[in-house]
């Protein structure tokens, strides 16, 4: 199933990888306005698609899609960098860590006006490319076409995964969850192999969710810390 929309450019659909199925959209950075949100007017995390949605709405704006978009401690505050509308609300975080997050190599998701691109995190710190709006998280999917090589085609640790994988020329933006527990190779494979994508970026696991009205998703749960959503003028 394949759904698009004029006003947005997405395009959504599920895809399965032998037993695994996954539902992704697909926006093209050039036209599409992906932006990342953290709190509304009263400095409250957002928490919700619900909330974000009226947040938009009393700005003329809709939301289009919806991802949680990124690793947070327990007051939603993000772990790693995290830039909105142009602000730095939290630094760079290098080296490894315990946990998902600090796998390394992990990444940024960064978007520009004309872009979007999952960067690894040290080729960031080196470049620190001007991101309008930007998401750390980790670990790294797949780094320059190579799956992160800590990723076991043998493992057992399955959980619900969530991530963004990007074209080499920016352009081409894939959001993909998927429908049943998936290793973090399988993830990656699905990314490299089955979209062509040279770069990805693991953005949760846990706490993945989605919001995507062609594919009648709008996930309900805990509530999250940074999330990436792509808006449109409301009709």
């Known amino acids: 199933m394949t759904v698009a929309t004029a006003a947005s450019a997405l395009d959504c659909k599920e895809m399965s990888q032998g037993n695994n199925i996954y539902a992704l959209c697909e926006v093209d950075a050039r036209t599409a306005d ?10 409250e995390p957002l928490g919700q698609f619900d909330t ?6 009393g700005k003329g704006l809709s939301l289009v899609f919806g991802m949680n978009g990124g690793m947070y401690h327990d007051d939603r505050a993000p772990v790693g960098l995290f830039i909105e509308n142009g602000v730095q609300h939290m630094r760079l975080v290098r ?6 997050f600090g796998l390394v190599p992990n990444g940024v998701f960064c978007i520009r006006d004309d872009r979007a691109d999952v960067i690894e995190t040290e080729a960031y710190a080196a470049d620190t490319p001007d991101c309008d709006f930007a998401t750390q998280s980790g670990p790294m999917l797949v780094i320059d076409g190579e799956i992160h090589p800590k990723f076991l085609p043998d493992s057992t640790s399955r959980f619900i995964r969530n991530g963004v994988g990007t074209s080499a ?16 190779h399988e993830f990656a494979r699905f990314f490299r192999d089955d979209l062509g994508l040279p770069n990805a970026l693991f953005l949760d696991g846990n706490i993945s969710r989605i919001y995507a009205p062609p594919l009648n998703r709008d996930d309900r749960g805990f509530r999250m810390g940074p999330i990436i959503g792509v808006v449109a003028p409301a009709d």
Not at 95 to 100: L, Q, R, T
């Open 95 to 100: 080296g490894a860590s315990p946990g998902n």
């Open 52 to 57: 974000l949605k009226d947040m938009l709405e």
């Open 34 to 43: 992906i932006r990342m949100f953290l709190k509304d007017a009263q400095d």
């Open 169 to 184: 020329d920016g352009s081409r933006v894939v959001f993909v969850i998927s429908r049943i527990p998936v290793t973090f």
